[in-house]
């Protein structure tokens, strides 16, 4: 969303910088899955109806959508809160949705901020689980921004930054995988 200050920034070997705006959000609709850490889930649609929405913008609908967001959020376990609203929801359930969101059209990066602030340990690991599966195919990367170092151990690589700048950077217990904190 915004323009690097130095290097290079690219998507499936793909250089962003001679990009106008229409083929960046072109990119971004098609190759890359956010978590926020705010999830930034619709409150008048169902947990199933945000899922979809991550198809629906990138052209997919109907019944093989519907599919898909039901596989995603069955994959997070939230599949009994399918037709709940978010207000409906926990604050770990609504992040549970957000993830699903981000993962449903197979993205080739997946960016994720803090997304297991607001779950228990149990599931922040199985989420962390999925993250780092994706992680290890070599088609796709997760990076995640988090302070909480349990995730250290599904990191291949650490990253530590300090008001804006890298000050050390080290590898990381899953060293197969490609998921960087």
Aim: aromatic content about 4%; overall charge positive.
């Amino acid at each position: 969303m915004l323009t690097p200050t130095e290097g290079t920034v690219r998507v499936r070997g793909d250089s962003i910088a001679d990009k106008d705006p229409e083929d960046l959000a072109k990119l971004r609709r098609e190759h890359i899955g956010f978590v926020f850490q705010s999830y930034h889930l619709f409150p008048t649609l169902t947990a199933a109806d945000n899922v979809r929405l991550a198809l629906d913008v990138r052209g997919e609908t109907g019944s093989a959508a519907k599919a898909k967001s039901r596989a995603a959020l069955d994959t997070v376990g939230l599949s009994a809160k399918m037709k709940n609203y978010p207000r409906q929801l926990s604050g770990g359930e609504q992040q549970r949705v957000a993830i699903a969101r981000a993962v449903v059209g197979d993205p080739s990066v997946i960016l994720a901020d803090e997304p297991t602030a607001a779950l228990d340990s149990e599931n922040g690991k199985a989420i962390m689980g999925i993250l780092a599966t994706i992680a290890k195919d070599p088609r796709r990367g997760v990076l995640v921004v988090t302070h909480d170092p349990r995730l250290l151990p599904f990191a291949d690589r650490i990253v530590h930054i300090e008001d804006g700048a890298i000050v050390r950077e080290e590898p990381g217990a899953a060293r197969k995988s490609r998921t960087i904190l």
